[in-house]
Structure formats: structure tokens, C-alpha cells
């Protein structure tokens, strides 16, 4: 294909007549960028153009243009990149206009970019948006967020198309018939760019929500369905204003989008959702499109083609007879024709033949023009023709839609009956299962009765009391005969009842019988509707009569019920002559049992004491192999804490404790024994831990002490020893005395707590209750911390205006989402603390726990009081800050005070967690929330910092060339200053947190643990 063709092709198409564009112009243009596989040519053509003084002219450049991205070579949205700059600022320059071209020009150029960028960012997007569902899915890369940006950027681009709709139709006059106007035409012709364009932005807009509704919560999309039910409005309202104008009617067939738009919030509407399609004619694309014949190179028919020269014949020139020819010579000497003068007429001849052969030619062609013309007037009558049976066919759908939806509720009305004798059949069966429940008890009465004179016959021994019990059950048998009595009465009125509904539901389906005769003659017209309707009705004739015959069915089943009520009344009667019979046998076998019973209680008394002689024999084996562990040498490396062994030696007086009241019950009651055998296990255990610890904490201490201790553990070994073998023997069970294990163990208690270290003064209530009471404390400094914040806010936005505004409320907006980080935090911990406490302390109690685990409990008690003063000392650096009078450092300081001060809590609270709790992973979660919510703080902080210092520019524009020499000495010297005050500040505060080190250790305790290790 010839360039300059093409280029003439871009001239003719885009010039300033205010005319639609020619379909066969656009097409070449179309035809050339596949042709040199880009638009270097196009762009050379239209870079000439005055496309910035001529509104008309960049109208139609726009709308060739996007023809050429639409349907183009896919070069050509590449190498239009390269003008996307240009076509900005002429979309800037013609947006100054308020209406005509200019406007609509400025929305079209921003239009266009936007599709360019989109297609860049989006390469698997053809330019025609002609995608299949797979093609869909691979281009979002099985990626959740690819979809939601995805979703975000065809929201922009339908928005950009809607523009242009909403502009094209504000500036034409609906009034008028602006569309069979050539200047209505010019403004319209682009719409059908723009309808394709939409029609598939809707459709993948559609399928993106439903695919990012079943990935995402509802909430998160909130927005994203918010957008698309404006869009969706816009342009069902455009689509349809479009489709009544006469212009587009020819050329395009434009859809119909639903009633109402997709619920995203239910995944099976996606079924219901129908992909709109825009149909174009194959042979419409313009009013004034012509038949043109395209060949390898398109032929330019607007140029006029130029009249056939006159037919200048032969013999017109020189004559047809040689006897007139005045150039004859031979003829006129009587001279012979020669060689040349033959093959001259000759010649002559067969130009005259070829001369007629192209006559009739032509008029053969012209004939077969005509013939060509007036098949294409057929054509257009018969696609005229075509186009009202249609409108008829679109017509009778509507009246064939109208009759569908009476037929709808015709079959809705059927439908309702059919549930109204669906309901009648439920009632019929909740009465017959009424009646199964009643013979249920009626049954569950018989056997009560029967175990009733199971027990008289058992626990009386008397004929007596077997008559009295007789007489009870006489009188059972007549209150049950009672009941019965009710239960008929009560299923007589639930039968008439029911005899009253049928006759309702008779006259009901009488009424209905009438109802669809009159809709059978009106629906006469539609022979498969009838059908439907009348096997509707013989469905609701089978049902009345599997209605009535289920009724039978009940009344038959409630006279059986009656006989059996009989039948079990008259085996009543032999039951309770039975009984007299069988109460004697049962009494023989209950002198049996008894006899039974008592040899069994002898085996069991054996056992129980056989079970106690095993504990106490297990017991005394524990205190043994205690005793014995204290005189092994590899004992000597154990050690333990004083705080423990008293632990321990409490627990084991507790246990002494219930040992005395469980020997006394089972003195008083020899059933006892499982508590008797369960508390001689755990004080075995108790007093053989006591031992072993004890002995543990002799390692650590002085010689004195040690021996003392030593000595103590030992006496209560043998004193246990002594005990236990009292309670072997049955005779001096009740003898056995504990007062000198007591006394042991106590004695033992003494000495533990003498060499508790002196950093646990408190009493172990009082070290349980303090930290309770440090987490609430440090909950309420949060939280009033979190009040303040929120106070300083409101008076920050009320007060302050402009950048300083904006600088607060970020600052104040990120300290609040920082305590409510720091008040997760501080929850998580509790909650690990509690499990902790749980799963640690065994049989002790919780402050037990705390006062044996005193270093990890200071721990806890410092963390958090250094939570709470962090969170109070920022408040007060954050309200400094907004009153303009303190320093942005300061709050950034005691921010990372606060983060190192919860590192510290978290420390402390998962030291003794397990790795697998839930509660730990929720406190570590809570930490990176802390840690992430500083950041924000140190963040806006130095943004607010930087905004507000940009705001102070520095002006030297009035000082002199010394002013400035001296002011720049004075910047060097206090540059110095500075440095060397950051290097002295910088030794200071590492002297300043050795020092705190120092102190921490000496508060906590850290050297004697050391020395006690050690």
C-alpha cells in the first residue's frame, strides 16, 4: 500500500468540515498502520494539522484516532505514548472553553490517555477490549490485589467514557432531530467507539466484583459497590437514550442492561448475569458509506472520474474509400497496392473491431451497473423490511412477556393452594403424631406401674401391703382410663376440626376449579400455556385426592389406636392378677440378695483395707527413695531456692491437714477409704518433695544453716516413716498420731523462711496483689492517656487552621492509634499471665505461684509501671508539641521509650510461656502492632516536622555579598558548636545508661542471684 494514499486518506478524514467522518477514509487509515506495522505515518500526517486552532479538527482527529487504538496495529497505542505529552496540554488548552467543541474535545483527549495508559499498564488487553473469560483470569495472575487494582483502573476508565456520553448528549438539542443533521452526526459518531468500549468495562467490571467478593469480606468492598452502582445508573440511562435516536439505529444495535444491577453479595446471581453485546451491521458504518471495492491498494471514488475522450475515428481523419482518399496516389496513377498500404488497412480493420468490442464492453458494464444499483436498493428495501418485522417481533415479545407474567401468576396463584393443602396435610400429621405420643405414655405409664409393684413386692413383706399397692394401682389404671377418655374427647374435636377444614378446602378448590376454567378461556389463545395449566390441575386433582385418602387413612388409624387401648386395658387386668403371683418369687429373691450382699460386703471391707495397706506401703516408699536421694552423692550438685522449699512445706501441712480429717471420717465410716488412699498419696508425695528440696537448699546456704536444715529434713523423713506405719496397721489406725510430722515440717517451714533473700519482704498476697494492681495501673494511664490525646484533638481543631492543622491532627491521630496498640498489648499480656499462672502453679495457689517466682514477678511489676510512665510522659511531649512550645524530638524520644518500655513487658511475660500457647502468639502479634504503631509516630512526627520547616523559607535576596560571608561564618561556628555539644551528649547518655543498668541490677536483685548461683 502506497504511503502517500494513506497519507491523503488522513487528510480526507480529519478536516474541518463539520461532518461525520467517512468510513472508507477511516478504514485505509486503519488498513495503513497494519500495512507499516505502527503509526509513524498517521502521526507524521496529523502533526501537520491545526489541531490547536480548529475545535471541528480535533473533534475528528480524536475520533479517528481512537478507531486506530481500538482497531489498529498494537504498535500503535506504543508509539502514541510518545505524544501523550502533547495531547495533555491540548486537552489542558481546549478545557478553558465552557461549551461547543472545545469542551467536548478536552474530555475526549483526556479520554484517550486514560485508554492509552490503560492499555500500557494492561498489555494482555487487546485495543478492541475483546477478552475471553481465561484471557480475563490470566490477566490478574491468580493475584487478589492484581484484581482489586485492576478493578480500580476500568472503574477510571468506564468513568472517562462516561464523561464523554454525558458531554456529547448536554451539548445537542434533544428538542430537535439533531441526529439525521450532518453537525448532530459529526458530535454522535464517535458514541459508537465509546458504546463498544463500555459494553465490555461493564462486563469484566461484573466479573472482577463477583471473583473479588469471594476472596475479600463484604466490608472491604464497600466502596468498590458503592462506584459501581453510580456508574451502572449513568449508563443504563445513556444506553437507553442512545437506542431511541434514529442515527444509531441504522448503524448500531445498542443493549439493554438489567432492571436492576448484579448482587454482588450473593455468588450464584453471577449465573444470572448476562454479558451485553453491541451488534453492528455488517454492511452499516456510516451514513454516507458507499460500496467501495477494495483491493490490495483502495481506490479513492470521491475523486471524479474523468469523461471518456471523444471518439476520434479513423475514417473521420482519412476517409474510407481509397478512391476519394486524395492521398491514394497509387490508385489515382493506376498503381498496385503494396506491402505497406495492406498491412495499413489491415490495421485499420481491426481497430474498427476492437473500437465495437469496447463499445459493447462498456455498455455492458453500464448495464450491469444499473443491475448492481437496483439490487442494492432491494437490499436496502428488504433490510428496511427486515428492520419493522423486527420492531413487530419486539412488539409481540413484549405482548408474549405480558401474557407470561399473568401466566406467572396464575401458577403462583395454583401454587398458593397447593400450600394451602400441604398445610392441611402437616395438621393432619401433627395430630397423628398427638395420638403416637399418647400411646407413647400411655405405655411409659404401664411400665411405671410395673416397677411400682416391682418395688412394693420388694420392700414389702406382707400380702397387706401388696393389697394396698392393688388398690394404687386400681386407682393409676382409673386416672389412665381418664386420660384416655380426654385423649378421645380431644381427638373427636380435632376430627370434626378437621371434617371443617376439608369442607373449606372443598369450597376453596371449587372456587379455584372456576378460577382456572375462566383462565383456560382466556389463555386459549396460547396452546402450550393451556397444557401447563391443565397438568397444573390434574397435579392439584391427584393431590385433593391423596388429601382425602390420607384422611381415611388417619380415621382408620385412630380406630386401631382405640382397640389397642382396649387390648392394653384387659392386659392390665391380667397384669395386676399376675402380680400377686410374682410378688411372693420376689421376695424369695430378695432374701437371696441379701444374703449375697452381705458376703459381698465382707470381700469388700477387705479390699478397702487391702487398697489403704497399698498406699501407705506406696507412701512409705516415696519417703524412702527421698531419704536415700539426700545421701547420694550426685545430689550434692541440686540446688534450690528457699522461696520453693517453703512452698513446699506449706503444701505439705495442707496435707496433713486433710490426712487428719480423711483418717477421721474413715474411722467413722470405713466407705471412705478412696479419699483416705488419695490423701496418703499426695502427703507421700508432699513430704518426699519436701525431703529432696530441702536437702537441695542445704546446698546453698551457710555450713550452720545447712547442718540444721539437714538435720530437720531427716527427723521428718523418720517421723513420716513412723506415722505410715501406724496407719498399716489396722488395730493402730486410730492411734496414729501426726502432731510430730507437723512439728517437723514446720520446723523446716521456720528455717526456709529465715533464708528467703531480703528483696521478698512482702507477704505473698501482697506480692500477688501488687501486680494486679501495677496491670491495672498501667491499664488506667493508658487509657487516660488515650483520653487526653483524643481532648487534645478536638481543641487542636477547633483552635489551629491550615498546615499546622493537618501537622496535629496526624501527629495526635498516630499517638492514639498508638495507645489503643499499646492497650491490646497490655490485654494480650494479662491473658498470658493467667495461663501462665495456670499452668505453673500445680496444686498451689496463685499468689503461691508469684511469691515462688518472685524475680519473675518484679519483672513484671517494673515493665509495667515503665509502660504507664512512658505512655503519660508522651501526652504530655505530644501536648507540648501542639501548643507550639515543645519539640518534635522529645516526642519521637518517648516514643522509643515506649517501644523498648513493652519489648520489656513482652519479655517478662513470654519468659515462662509455652511456645505453642495461642495467648503468646496474640502477644507477640499485639508487640508488632506496637511496634508498627511508633514507627507511625516517629513518622508523622519527622513529616510534620519537615512540612512545617518548609514553610520558613529563607529569603537572602535582600543581603549583600558580606552579609551573607558573615552569616555563613557564624552557620560554620555554630555548626562546630553543635557537633562537638552532640559527641559530649552522646558520652553522657552512654554514662547514663550504664548507670541505669547499674541500678536496675541492685532494684532486681541480679548480683545475689549471681552470688547464689555461683
Given at each position: 500500500m502506497d504511503l502517500s494514499k494513506i497519507a491523503v486518506s488522513i487528510n480526507k478524514a480529519i478536516n474541518t468540515q463539520e461532518v461525520a467522518v467517512k468510513e472508507k477514509h477511516a478504514r485505509t487509515c486503519i488498513l495503513g498502520t497494519h500495512h507499516e506495522k505502527g503509526a509513524h505515518t498517521f502521526w507524521a500526517a496529523v502533526n501537520r494539522l491545526p489541531l490547536s486552532s480548529n475545535a471541528v479538527l480535533c473533534w475528528k482527529f480524536c475520533h479517528v484516532f481512537h478507531k486506530l487504538l481500538r482497531d489498529g496495529h498494537p504498535n500503535v497505542i506504543k508509539d502514541s505514548m510518545r505524544n501523550k505529552a502533547d495531547l495533555a496540554d491540548m486537552s489542558r488548552m481546549w478545557g478553558h472553553l465552557s461549551e461547543g467543541y472545545g469542551k467536548l474535545c478536552s474530555i475526549y483527549l483526556k479520554l484517550l490517555i486514560t485508554k492509552m495508559e490503560f492499555h500500557i499498564k494492561n498489555p494482555r488487553f487487546p485495543g478492541n477490549l475483546q477478552m475471553s473469560n481465561r484471557q480475563l483470569d490470566e490477566a490478574g495472575e491468580n493475584d487478589v490485589n492484581n484484581f482489586f487494582q485492576l478493578t480500580v483502573e476500568m472503574f477510571d476508565y468506564l468513568e472517562c467514557e462516561l464523561n464523554l456520553f454525558l458531554g456529547v448528549f448536554n451539548s445537542l438539542d434533544m428538542s430537535r432531530s439533531v441526529s439525521v443533521t450532518a453537525a448532530g452526526q459529526c458530535r454522535l459518531a464517535p458514541l459508537i467507539q465509546v458504546i463498544l468500549d463500555c459494553s465490555h468495562l461493564y462486563d469484566y467490571t461484573v466479573k472482577l466484583l463477583f471473583k473479588l467478593h469471594s476472596c475479600l469480606p463484604a466490608d472491604t468492598l464497600q466502596g468498590h459497590r458503592d462506584r459501581f452502582q453510580e456508574q451502572f445508573k449513568k449508563l443504563k440511562s445513556l444506553f437507553y437514550r442512545s437506542s431511541n435516536l434514529q442515527y444509531f439505529k441504522r448503524l448500531i444495535q445498542i443493549p439493554q442492561l438489567p432492571e436492576n444491577p448484579p448482587n454482588f453479595l450473593r455468588a450464584s446471581a453471577l449465573s444470572e448475569h448476562i454479558s451485553p453485546v453491541v451488534v453492528i451491521p455488517a454492511e452499516s458504518s456510516s451514513p454516507e458509506s458507499e460500496h467501495v471495492v477494495e483491493t490490495e491498494d483502495l481506490v479513492d471514488t470521491d475523486v471524479p472520474?474523468?469523461?471518456?475522450?471523444?471518439?476520434?475515428?479513423?475514417?473521420?481523419?482519412?476517409?474510407?474509400?481509397?478512391?476519394?482518399?486524395?492521398?491514394?496516389?497509387?490508385?489515382?496513377?493506376?498503381?498496385?497496392?503494396?506491402?505497406?498500404?495492406?498491412?495499413?488497412?489491415?490495421?485499420?480493420?481491426?481497430?474498427?473491431?476492437?473500437?465495437?468490442?469496447?463499445?459493447?464492453?462498456?455498455?455492458?458494464?453500464?448495464?450491469?451497473?444499473?443491475?448492481?444499483?437496483?439490487?442494492?436498493?432491494?437490499?436496502?428495501?428488504?433490510?428496511?423490511?427486515?428492520?419493522?418485522?423486527?420492531?413487530?417481533?419486539?412488539?409481540?415479545?413484549?405482548?408474549?412477556?405480558?401474557?407470561?407474567?399473568?401466566?406467572r401468576r396464575a401458577r403462583e396463584d395454583t401454587e398458593k393452594e397447593q400450600r394451602s393443602l400441604t398445610e392441611i396435610e402437616r395438621k393432619a400429621q401433627a395430630n397423628e403424631q398427638r395420638y403416637t405420643k399418647l400411646k407413647e405414655k400411655y405405655t411409659e405409664l404401664v411400665q411405671s406401674h410395673a416397677d411400682l409393684l416391682r418395688k412394693n413386692a420388694e420392700v414389702t413383706r406382707q400380702m397387706t401391703v401388696a393389697r394396698a399397692a392393688q388398690d394404687e394401682v386400681e386407682a393409676v389404671r382409673r386416672e389412665m382410663q381418664e386420660k384416655v377418655k380426654s385423649a378421645q374427647e380431644a381427638a373427636d374435636r380435632q376430627e370434626r376440626e378437621q371434617v371443617k377444614q376439608l369442607q373449606e378446602l372443598q369450597r376453596e378448590l371449587v372456587s379455584t376449579q372456576t378460577d382456572l376454567d375462566s383462565l383456560k378461556t382466556i389463555m386459549a389463545s396460547s396452546q402450550q400455556s393451556s397444557e401447563?395449566?391443565?397438568?397444573?390441575?390434574?397435579?392439584?386433582?391427584?393431590?385433593?385426592?391423596?388429601?382425602?385418602?390420607?384422611?381415611?387413612?388417619?380415621?382408620?388409624?385412630?380406630?386401631?389406636?382405640?382397640?389397642?387401648?382396649?387390648?392394653?386395658?384387659?392386659?392390665?387386668?391380667?397384669?395386676?392378677?399376675?402380680?400377686?403371683?410374682?410378688?411372693?418369687?420376689?421376695?424369695?429373691?430378695?432374701?437371696?440378695?441379701?444374703?449375697?450382699?452381705?458376703a459381698l460386703e465382707s470381700q469388700l471391707v477387705a479390699a478397702r483395707w487391702s487398697s489403704l495397706q497399698g498406699a501407705v506401703g506406696e507412701a512409705k516408699r516415696i519417703i524412702q527413695d527421698s531419704l536415700s536421694q539426700i545421701d547420694d552423692p550426685a545430689h550434692i550438685s541440686c540446688t534450690s531456692s528457699a522461696d520453693y522449699l517453703a512452698s513446699r512445706c506449706q503444701a505439705s501441712l495442707d496435707s496433713m491437714e486433710r490426712l487428719q480429717s480423711a483418717r477421721e471420717a474413715f474411722l467413722a465410716d470405713n466407705t471412705a477409704v478412696l479419699e483416705l488412699v488419695r490423701v496418703v498419696t499426695q502427703c507421700g508425695h508432699l513430704v518426699g518433695d519436701t525431703i529432696?528440696?530441702?536437702?537441695?537448699?542445704?546446698?546453698?546456704?551457710?555450713?550452720?544453716?545447712?547442718?540444721?536444715?539437714?538435720?530437720?529434713?531427716?527427723?521428718?523423713?523418720?517421723?513420716?516413716?513412723?506415722?505410715?506405719?501406724?496407719?498399716?496397721?489396722?488395730?493402730?489406725?486410730?492411734?496414729?498420731?501426726?502432731?510430730?510430722?507437723?512439728?517437723?515440717?514446720?520446723?523446716?517451714?521456720?528455717?526456709?523462711?529465715?533464708?528467703?533473700?531480703?528483696?521478698?519482704?512482702?507477704?505473698?498476697?501482697?506480692?500477688?496483689?501488687?501486680?494486679?494492681?501495677?496491670?491495672?495501673?498501667?491499664?488506667?494511664?493508658?487509657?487516660?492517656?488515650?483520653?487526653?490525646?483524643?481532648?487534645?484533638?478536638?481543641?487542636?481543631?477547633?483552635?489551629?487552621?491550615?498546615?499546622?492543622?493537618?501537622?496535629?491532627?496526624?501527629?495526635?491521630?498516630?499517638?492514639?492509634?498508638?495507645?489503643?496498640?499499646?492497650?491490646?498489648?497490655?490485654?494480650?499480656?494479662?491473658?498470658?499471665?493467667?495461663?501462665?499462672?495456670?499452668?505453673?502453679?500445680?496444686?498451689?495457689?496463685?499468689?503461691?505461684?508469684?511469691?515462688?517466682?518472685?524475680?519473675?514477678?518484679?519483672?513484671?511489676?517494673?515493665?509495667?509501671?515503665?509502660?504507664?510512665?512512658?505512655?503519660?510522659?508522651?501526652?504530655?511531649?505530644?501536648?507540648?508539641?501542639?501548643?507550639?512550645?515543645?519539640?518534635?524530638?522529645?516526642?519521637?524520644?518517648?516514643?522509643?521509650?515506649?517501644?523498648?518500655?513493652?519489648?520489656?513487658?513482652?519479655?517478662?511475660?513470654?519468659?515462662?510461656?509455652?511456645?505453642?500457647?495461642?495467648?503468646?502468639?496474640?502477644?507477640?502479634?499485639?508487640?508488632?502492632?506496637?511496634?508498627?504503631?511508633?514507627?507511625?509516630?516517629?513518622?508523622?512526627?519527622?513529616?510534620?516536622?519537615?512540612?512545617?520547616?518548609?514553610?520558613?523559607?529563607?529569603?537572602?535576596?535582600?543581603?549583600?555579598?558580606?552579609?551573607?560571608?558573615?552569616?555563613?561564618?557564624?552557620?560554620?561556628?555554630?555548626?562546630?558548636?553543635?557537633?562537638?555539644?552532640?559527641?559530649?551528649?552522646?558520652?553522657?547518655?552512654?554514662?547514663?545508661?550504664?548507670?541505669?543498668?547499674?541500678?536496675?541490677?541492685?532494684?532486681?536483685?541480679?548480683?545475689?542471684?549471681?552470688?547464689?548461683?555461683?
Open positions: 472520474s474523468l469523461p471518456a475522450p471523444p471518439e476520434v475515428k479513423f475514417d473521420d481523419l482519412f476517409g474510407t474509400s481509397a478512391a476519394i482518399d486524395p492521398f491514394n496516389f497509387n490508385s489515382q496513377n493506376g498503381m498496385r497496392k503494396d506491402d505497406k498500404d495492406r498491412l495499413i488497412e489491415q490495421l485499420t480493420r481491426e481497430i474498427q473491431a476492437l473500437k465495437e468490442e469496447l463499445e459493447s464492453f462498456r455498455l455492458e458494464s453500464g448495464r450491469l451497473c444499473q443491475a448492481l444499483r437496483g439490487r442494492v436498493n432491494e437490499l436496502e428495501a428488504e433490510l428496511a423490511e427486515q428492520s419493522h418485522l423486527r420492531l413487530q417481533a419486539a412488539g409481540e415479545s413484549e405482548f408474549l412477556k405480558a401474557e407470561l407474567d399473568d401466566l401447563v395449566l391443565g397438568t397444573q390441575l390434574v397435579a392439584l386433582e391427584s393431590e385433593k385426592a391423596e388429601l382425602v385418602q390420607t384422611l381415611s387413612k388417619v380415621e382408620a388409624e385412630l380406630a386401631v389406636q382405640g382397640e389397642e387401648l382396649q387390648r392394653v386395658q384387659s392386659s392390665l387386668a391380667t397384669e395386676r392378677e399376675s402380680g400377686v403371683k410374682t410378688a411372693e418369687a420376689l421376695q424369695n429373691q430378695l432374701n437371696e440378695k441379701e444374703s449375697r450382699e452381705q529432696v528440696q530441702g536437702s537441695a537448699t542445704s546446698h546453698m546456704v551457710p555450713v550452720e544453716q545447712a547442718d540444721a536444715l539437714s538435720e530437720s529434713v531427716k527427723t521428718c523423713g523418720s517421723e513420716a516413716l513412723a506415722l505410715l506405719g501406724q496407719m498399716k496397721q489396722q488395730d493402730r489406725l486410730a492411734a496414729a498420731d501426726c502432731s510430730k510430722l507437723r512439728a517437723a515440717l514446720e520446723a523446716i517451714l521456720t528455717t526456709a523462711e529465715k533464708l528467703r533473700p531480703r528483696g521478698l519482704e512482702l507477704q505473698q498476697g501482697e506480692l500477688g496483689d501488687l501486680v494486679e494492681q501495677e496491670m491495672a495501673a498501667t491499664s488506667a494511664a493508658v487509657e487516660s492517656a488515650a483520653a487526653r490525646i483524643e481532648e487534645m484533638l478536638n481543641k487542636s481543631r477547633a483552635i489551629d487552621t491550615g498546615i499546622k492543622m493537618e501537622v496535629n491532627e496526624r501527629i495526635l491521630a498516630s499517638c492514639t492509634e498508638l495507645m489503643q496498640a499499646i492497650k491490646e498489648l497490655i490485654l494480650s499480656s494479662k491473658d498470658l499471665q493467667r495461663d501462665i499462672v495456670e499452668s505453673g502453679r500445680g496444686a498451689a495457689s496463685m499468689k503461691e505461684f508469684y511469691a515462688k517466682n518472685s524475680r519473675w514477678t518484679e519483672g513484671l511489676i517494673s515493665a509495667s509501671k515503665a509502660v504507664g510512665w512512658g505512655a503519660t510522659v508522651m501526652v504530655d511531649a505530644a501536648d507540648m508539641v501542639v501548643q507550639g512550645k515543645g519539640k518534635f524530638e522529645e516526642l519521637m524520644v518517648c516514643s522509643h521509650e515506649i517501644a523498648a518500655s513493652t519489648a520489656q513487658l513482652v519479655a517478662a511475660s513470654k519468659v515462662k510461656a509455652d511456645k505453642d500457647s495461642a495467648n503468646l502468639h496474640r502477644l507477640q502479634q499485639a508487640s508488632r502492632g506496637v511496634t508498627q504503631a511508633t514507627a507511625a509516630v516517629v513518622a508523622s512526627t519527622k513529616s510534620g516536622k519537615s512540612q512545617i520547616e518548609d514553610t520558613e523559607t529563607m529569603d537572602f535576596s535582600s543581603m549583600t555579598l558580606t552579609q551573607i560571608k558573615r552569616q555563613e561564618m557564624d552557620a560554620q561556628v555554630l555548626v562546630l558548636e553543635l557537633e562537638t555539644r552532640l559527641q559530649k551528649e552522646r558520652e553522657r547518655l552512654g554514662e547514663l545508661r550504664k548507670k541505669h543498668y547499674e541500678l536496675a541490677g541492685v532494684a532486681e536483685g541480679w548480683g545475689e542471684e549471681e552470688e547464689g548461683t555461683g
